[in-house]
């Protein structure tokens, strides 16, 4: 369920996938609107990482989650 976020970075359209795939985890409430909004923030940015704004913000990070 969690592989959609994991889509490696800088690939063309990836941003978007992974806010996709976020939207599906948080309609199945394994994330929260906070960090369903950094997954939007980021989708138009293919080389932008999820994972440092969601940490900055001190959201919990998606299941699976490991790249720094």
Do not use: F, K, W
């Amino acid at each position: 369920m969690t592989e959609g976020v994991h889509i490696p970075l800088g690939l063309p359209g990836s941003g978007r996938q992974r806010y996709a795939a976020a939207m599906t985890l948080y309609q199945a409430g394994v994330i929260s609107e906070a960090a369903l909004e950094v997954y939007r923030i980021c989708s138009p940015l293919d080389c932008q990482d999820p994972l440092a704004l969601l940490r900055e913000r001190a959201l919990d990070v998606p299941p699976g989650e490991h790249h720094d």
